[in-house]
């Protein structure tokens, strides 16, 4: 309307100005044509961005389609896939709402929008039926072409496919809750790549080529960003522990939102009415001088996203990388909080010590695997893919004998090898909590650990540094995720 109203008041100061003289009959034609235009404006259907032409919607499900209008205003849906129309009424908010079925996947197809009052209707072209994930966290889920990745610079020669689509959520912040955002669906090819997550895409890459479906990617991201942001306001204000971590976060000058809730509130919350089928996230690096806490909160973010959209879809999240911190130890404490999230149900952890080339890059340049990683897990939990590894090793438990610890591993049904003739990045330490370099072997799938320097083994560390990169797999050929038995 607000266009609309530009426009009339142009008009008027023009007449004014021109001291243009009318019958009483031609003002009254003038006054009605302004008013129809103002009715108009008014009772224009408007959808949020995200209900848009190239759009993905999640397959065999029921999506939302939704919108503004003029109050009552009368609205027929018509769908191609099954040339079926549905009728509602916007409300007297002057929003709407319809839920709609969708067909196994497949398109294009359109989706025609009508409104009573509305002179032309709005159709929705080249509309794609699929699954529908969202790709979110910080820089290393950001990053991509424009970031000198490798594998995305790669990738463009032959990127183009219509069967992968793009949502690109532009870094927002807001105090509230809001309903829209300034994004659009588009088709991958050589110039959307170039600006989309590169994670994200070769996740999307791998889950259409495997399940040979349509893929719709919304990207949502923000780097240097903490997880406090991307949760809801009052869950982190409410809860003294999570306010008393948010207090300590600091920018260091950097461009990116510390306050509670802001990206959450402009990024997340206006696409929670669209049908998706699960999140992956990466993030952690600005959380890890607050460690302590972040279980909690980000099985608070993971928790509240799931209430918003009204469904527990899965969560699959990719472990910090090593760097060299300023801090010791804060890397592998902020792993460590990572790894227990890993109780909730229908979650999932990319562990990636083996794919870091510099520790002084806290951007590592392989996202390849890591896509392919993330992906492997929706495969198998959210798919029911089988064939493939897709869980790294995880410490189990410990048993210590004659002067020796054995350690027990979970997801390791082939058991363990290491890439090299010693087994590097293991500690031991007895009752006094010194830890020393410790000998490894791999006997009858457990993990073997001693020191002459420790008569009785009480803990075990493997890989637990900002920087470590172990060489201990699960002969499947993933990592085994860095650990300690200890809680000193």
């Known amino acids: 309307m607000a266009r609309n109203t530009s426009t009339i008041h142009i008009i008027i100061k023009y007449i004014q100005s021109h001291k243009l003289l009318f019958s009483m009959k031609k003002w009254a034609s003038l006054l009605f044509l302004l008013c129809t235009l103002v009715v108009t404006s008014q009772a224009a259907v408007r959808l949020p961005a995200v209900i848009c032409s190239n759009m993905v919607l999640q397959q065999q499900s029921t999506v939302k389609l939704w919108g503004w209008s003029a109050p009552f205003e009368k609205i ?3 769908t191609s896939w099954n040339n079926h129309s549905d009728t509602l009424k916007a409300t007297n908010n002057a929003n709407w709402l319809k839920n709609i079925q969708t067909p196994a996947a497949g398109g294009p197809y359109t989706i025609t929008i009508k409104g009573s009052n509305t002179p032309a209707p709005i159709v929705l072209e080249n509309v794609m039926i699929g699954e529908v994930w969202v790709c979110s966290g910080q820089s290393n889920m950001e990053f991509g072409y424009y970031n000198k990745i490798p594998d995305v610079a790669a990738e463009l020669p032959t990127c183009y496919n219509q069967n992968i689509r ?6 927002t912040t807001a105090a509230n809750p809001q309903d829209d955002c300034a994004a659009k669906w588009t088709v991958c090819d050589s110039n959307t790549l170039k600006t989309f997550s590169a994670v994200g895409y070769f996740f999307g890459k791998k889950l259409n080529k495997d399940l040979n479906v349509p893929i719709g990617l919304i990207n949502s991201n923000w780097g240097g960003t903490p997880a406090e942001v991307w949760t809801p306001d009052s869950l982190v204000n409410n809860d003294a522990e999570l306010k008393g971590a948010a207090g300590k976060l600091k920018t260091n000058g950097g461009g990116w939102p510390i306050t509670p809730g802001y990206t959450y509130n402009a990024m997340i919350n206006p ?111 959210t798919y029911k893919k089988e064939g493939f590894a897709y869980k790294s090793p995880m410490y189990k438990s410990m048993e210590v004998k004659k002067g020796k610890a054995y350690l027990s591993f ?79």
Do not use: C
């Not at 793009?166 to 870094?171: Q, R």
């Not at 993971?302 to 760097?323: L, M, N, Q």
């Open 76 to 78: 027929v849906i018509t």
């Open 166 to 171: 793009f949502f690109a959520i532009p870094k």
């Open 271 to 381: 696409i929670i009415n669209y049908n998706i089928a699960g999140t992956i996230w990466y993030q952690g690096e600005s959380n890890t001088e607050t460690n302590g806490s972040y279980a909690k909160l980000f099985t608070t973010m993971i928790d509240s996203w799931r209430k918003a959209w009204g469904k527990e879809f899965p969560f699959y999240y990719v472990e910090i990388a090593p760097f060299k911190y300023a801090i010791p130890q804060i890397g592998a404490l902020l792993r460590e909080q990572q790894t227990k999230v890993m109780s909730l149900p229908q979650t999932g952890m990319v562990v990636i010590t083996d794919l870091v080339a510099d520790t002084n890059n806290i951007h590592p340049t392989n996202k390849h695997d890591v896509g392919a990683r993330l992906a492997n897990w929706a495969l198998h939990d």
């Open 410 to 488: 979970d997801n390791a049904p082939a058991g363990l090898m290491s890439t090299g003739k010693t087994i590097t990045e293991v500690y031991v330490a007895g009752a006094d909590q010194q830890f020393y370099p410790a000998e490894a072997k791999i006997e009858n799938n457990q993990l073997v650990v001693w020191s002459k320097l420790v008569k009785e083994p009480v803990a075990v560390r493997y890989g637990f540094t900002n920087t470590a990169m172990g060489n201990l797999f699960g002969k499947e050929g993933l990592p085994v995720n860095p650990f300690r038995t200890d809680s000193w």
